[in-house]
């Protein structure tokens, strides 16, 4: 079955970085963009970036710009999210979301929780 599986959360002080992995399973991944999505408590999930199913195109929110890199391995069946000089306000639980570049079929997962605080 279709699975998403995001790892690499955890409590981070401001500043500083994690790495977001994604591992995909059930689906061809090469044929899916990818996505990252964020939602912090009592606001709404908002796209963080996105990169193209070759990983020729990505693309930012303006708030991570310059700190945040998507990257995918299509070997792996993996997306990553680098994200360096994080804030508080980068606080969210983050959602990984695969959407096929013909149907537009969406698959989500359940999430990791990124905590940047001192």
């Known amino acids: 079955q279709v699975q998403l599986?995001?790892?690499?959360?955890?409590?981070?002080?401001?500043g500083g970085s994690l790495r977001l992995s994604c591992a995909a399973s059930g689906f061809t991944f090469s044929n899916y963009h990818m996505s990252w999505y964020r939602q912090a408590p009592g606001k709404e999930r908002e796209l963080v970036a996105t990169i193209t199913s070759a990983g020729v195109m990505t693309n930012y929110a303006d708030s991570v710009k310059g700190r945040f890199t998507i990257s995918r391995d299509n070997a792996k069946n993996t997306v990553y999210l680098q994200m360096n000089s994080l804030k508080p306000e980068d606080t969210a639980r983050y959602y990984c979301n695969a959407k096929n570049k013909y149907t537009g079929i969406t698959f989500w997962g359940t999430g990791t929780l990124v905590t940047v605080s001192s």
């Open 5 to 14: 599986v995001e790892s690499g959360g955890g409590l981070v002080q401001p």
